[in-house]
Every structure is written in C-alpha cells, then in structure tokens.
C-alpha cells in the first residue's frame, strides 16, 4: 500500500523555538518513517511583512538546519524550499478564483494582522490562506501536522479543494486533516503567561532552540509564577500549566511527579521547581543548538540538502498542476 502523504511548513521569519519544537517539528519526525512527508521552509509567507532581502538566506538556512538538528532526516522526507516550487504560485493562482473576498477578511489571523501592521494591508496578507491551501494541495496530502493555531487556516483549505472538485466534477483533491499525534495539539505559552511562544514577539519569556545555556537559565527563573496554591489538588492556573507541561516535556518523569505532588499538596517551592526546569531544558535544547550551529558553517551541505528535496517535491507538484490545468481547460497543443 503506498504511504499517505503529508505536508507541513514553517515561515522563516525568525529563530525557531519551544513551541515550533513540540507543536510542529516533534510531529514531523515522528511521522517520518510511516509517511509519505513533504516539509517546506515557508519563505513565500514571509514576504507579507517585507523582510531586508539580506536576511532571506540565513532565515531559510536556520530553519532547514534546526529541522534537522531536532532529528529529521533529509534523506526521509522532502525538505525543500517553497520558492523552488514554481507549481505552488501556478496552484495559488487557480484557487484565488475560487476563493472569496468576504470570507478570507473574516479569517481571525488575518484580522490580527490588520490590527498589528495597519499600514501594510497587502493582498498577500489577505490570501493568505489561499497561498497556504496551494502548498498542502499541490501535494494532493491527506494530513497536515500544524499547532492548533492552524486549524482554521485548514479548514479553508479543505473548503478550496472542495470547490475545486465540485466545479470541475471529480474528486481531484482529497480533503486535508490536522494531524495529532496524541489527541490534543500542543500549545506552549510564553513564560510570562501572555498568549504563546512565538517567533516575532514575547522574546523574552520564549525559548528558542538557539539560546545558550545561560538565556535558558535567566529566562526560566523569570517566569511568572505565584504564592502557590492554599487547597489541596487546585486547578493549575495557565503560567504554571504551562512550566509542568513544559517539565514533562523534558525532565524524567520521576522528577515531574515529586514537583507535580508538591503542588498538589501544597509545598511547592516555584524557584526550586524552575532551577530544576532550567536544567532539564538547558540538556535538551543543547544537542539541538550545537548541530544546528554545525550544520549551518557548511552551506554547500544545506545547498545541497534544498536541492534534493525540492527535486523531490517538484515530482509530485508537477504531476498535480499537470492535473489541475486540464481539468480547468488550459489544454492547448
Ligand atoms: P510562529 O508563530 O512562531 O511564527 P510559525 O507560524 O512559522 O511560527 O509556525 C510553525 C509551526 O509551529 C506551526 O505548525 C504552528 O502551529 C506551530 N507553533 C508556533 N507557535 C507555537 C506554540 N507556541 N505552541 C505550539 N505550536 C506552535
Ligand atoms: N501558516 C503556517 C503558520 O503560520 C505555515 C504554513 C504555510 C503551513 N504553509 C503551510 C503549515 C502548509 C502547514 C501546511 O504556521
């Protein structure tokens, strides 16, 4: 039986950190070995917000050599760079026909948008999802692992390719999921419990893959906490579910349970709690910076890392749009 396929990307607009690592890249390398994978440095969705062209190349570089220092494997998977797919703005280009003014201005991260760049309200920014749907779509993919912030953009792109099938009267795409690997989608909040860890914003009280040990150590000690709870077995409010997340994330889990039973019976001691986090995670983002910082001294090796994997990708994007041009007509000589 041959292997469903996937597709996920990540926009290269900045140093990737905790929340990328487990909402996105943690999937990706699990579903390696059993699927069919197309993963993409989204650098086309960078270009809402008019980076410097200077910073395009090492934000690609990054993202591809922190991917694979997280354990994915180049050899598995397609890794490619979403430029080097010219089928995807073809593909874009079929669905912006069918998609509709009054329902991509009603998308909630579009509004977000408007609300933080007011003097930038591109059309790139409006189509945004339609930009998104053409990199899931022109794989044909069936799953796409995303954090949960991503769930509205999918549903559109399933609302596209069903617009799509019905008007050109075959099942032509299938409809894309999320993918979970274990029921819920992880969500990581800034360690100063305002809204989650993200590229652009919260720097710090986000924990990026590239802090060393000492960033990691002052930013955990940071955090928010409180007095601890009075009653036995309270409700975690969110800041301290996020640090017990994020020590079950990354400690043993001997160690998660004593600081978990402290809370619960009401002789937690948060500093002691964050300087064991602060280790735990200075272990496990290590290995990450250390092989993220090789990787990216030998260009030649990401060079060539891109170049394969859009070879790969450019096989089945080819195959789709050679599809999607006859059904629609385009189907000259
Ligand atoms: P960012 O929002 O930091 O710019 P991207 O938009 O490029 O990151 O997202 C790449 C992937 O990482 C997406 O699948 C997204 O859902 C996931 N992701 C981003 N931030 C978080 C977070 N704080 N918690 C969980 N997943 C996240
Ligand atoms: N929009 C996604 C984000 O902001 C990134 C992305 C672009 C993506 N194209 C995609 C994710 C296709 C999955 C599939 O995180």
């Given at each position: 039986m041959s292997k469903e396929i996937v597709v996920s990307g990540i926009r290269s607009t900045g140093y990737l950190h905790l929340g990328n690592y487990f909402g996105a890249i943690q999937n990706y390398v699990h579903m390696q070995n059993e699927y069919n994978c197309y993963f993409f440095v989204a650098d086309y969705h960078s270009l809402t917000t008019h980076p410097?062209?200077?910073a395009l190349k090492p934000n690609v570089y990054r993202v591809v050599a922190e991917n694979i220092a997280s354990g994915l494997d180049p050899e598995k998977v397609a890794l490619?760079?979403?430029?080097?797919?010219p089928e995807i703005p073809e593909l874009y280009l079929m669905l912006n026909m069918l998609a509709y003014k009054g329902e991509l201005e009603k998308v909630p991260t579009f509004k977000d948008k408007v609300r933080l760049q007011p003097d930038n309200v591109n059309a790139g920014l409006l189509t945004y999802p339609v930009l998104m749907a053409a990199d899931i779509l022109?794989?044909?993919?069936?799953k796409v692992p995303v954090g949960k912030d991503q769930e509205q953009h999918l549903e559109m792109a399933r609302n596209f390719a069903n617009r799509f099938n019905t008007r050109y009267g075959v099942e032509f795409f299938p409809e894309p999921e999320v993918y979970r690997s274990n029921q819920e989608t992880v969500k990581i909040m800034s360690l100063d419990g305002n809204g989650k860890m993200s590229k652009s914003e919260n720097a710090n009280a986000t924990i990026y893959l590239n802090d060393d040990d000492d960033t990691i150590r002052k930013k955990i000690m940071k955090a928010k906490t409180d007095q601890?709870?009075?009653?036995?077995n309270s409700e975690m409010p969110d800041y301290i579910r996020n640090l017990f997340l994020l020590m079950k994330l990354t400690a043993p889990t001997d160690v998660y349970e004593t600081f978990l039973g402290n809370f619960n019976n009401c002789n937690i001691r948060y500093g002691d709690m964050k300087k064991q986090l602060a280790e735990d995670m200075i272990n496990f983002v290590r290995p990450i910076r250390e092989h993220a910082t090789e990787l990216q001294k030998d260009e030649a090796a990401i060079q060539r890392i891109l170049r394969n994997g859009a070879e790969k990708a450019r096989a089945s994007s080819a195959e789709t749009i050679a599809g999607a041009r006859k059904l629609i007509g385009i189907n000259y000589y």
């Open positions: 410097d062209p200077k490619y760079a979403q430029s080097d797919l022109i794989h044909r993919a069936v601890g709870p009075t009653e036995p």
